[in-house]
């Protein structure tokens, strides 16, 4: 049986017009043009999927801000999951312009297995996080369609979860507010040797 995850990044943020880090605090939710990108993408998603098993949400306002109208749409509640955040920023940098944070607090020699910046999260850590997450709900909806909610680093994951993709890729990701990613695979999706899945789209734009 086809096991299906759609990933949706959250609609225009408030944080990300002031240019700010958008942690637990920072985060204010979507701007009016972002919640009009979520109701579409809610739309879009009811006239494409019957058989909607679950919809998860990272815990920040934005995503599941984003997430409420999806769920009503598909007519099942929102589940929300840490393992879907962004970055894990440190308290200090909350709300903080981004541009102060990133060069500011910088730390000489950073990377992926080490921080750019003081107490934030390194990349291999936020993979592992949003991986685990990305394949428990592929495991807990195997031959089931799920829609996962959160941000472009969430999308940026499914690619090393799904497509054993390595850490330090030789390309970038430009993951568009609101757009839909989605992999399917008709193997067991958390088994060994691990699944081969499919991308069939990749930051689609609701119409």
């Given at each position: 049986m086809r096991t299906r995850l759609i990933f949706v990044r959250?609609?225009?943020?408030?944080?990300?017009?002031?240019?700010?880090?958008?942690?637990?605090r920072g985060c204010r939710g979507l701007t009016g043009r972002g919640h009009e990108q979520a109701n579409r993408v809610a739309a879009r998603l009811a006239g494409e999927l019957d058989d909607a098993a679950a919809v998860y949400s990272s815990t920040l306002r934005r995503a599941v801000e984003t997430a409420r109208p999806i769920a009503a749409a598909l007519g099942v509640e929102t589940v929300e999951d840490c393992g879907?955040?962004?970055?894990?920023?440190p308290d200090y940098a909350d709300g903080m312009?981004?541009?102060?944070?990133?060069?500011?607090?910088?730390?000489?020699g950073g990377g992926v297995f080490r921080p750019f910046q003081r107490g934030n999260e390194t990349w291999a850590e936020l993979v592992t996080r949003s991986g685990r997450s990305i394949m428990d709900i592929?495991?807990?909806?195997?031959?089931?369609?799920?829609?996962?909610?959160?941000h472009s680093e969430t999308v940026n994951a499914s690619f090393h979860a799904l497509a054993a993709q390595p850490l330090m890729r030789a390309f970038d990701l430009a993951v568009a507010p609101?757009?839909?990613?989605?992999?399917?695979?008709?193997?067991?999706?958390?088994?060994?040797?691990?699944?081969?899945?499919?991308?069939?789209?990749f930051g689609e734009a609701p119409r």
């Open positions: 959250h609609g225009e943020s408030v944080h990300g017009v002031e240019d700010v880090v958008g942690g637990v879907l955040c962004t970055w894990h920023t312009p981004k541009g102060e944070f990133l060069h500011a607090h910088a730390r000489e592929a495991h807990r909806h195997r031959g089931a369609t799920a829609v996962l909610v959160g609101a757009s839909i990613t989605e992999w399917t695979t008709d193997d067991d999706p958390t088994g060994l040797p691990p699944a081969r899945w499919t991308l069939h789209r």
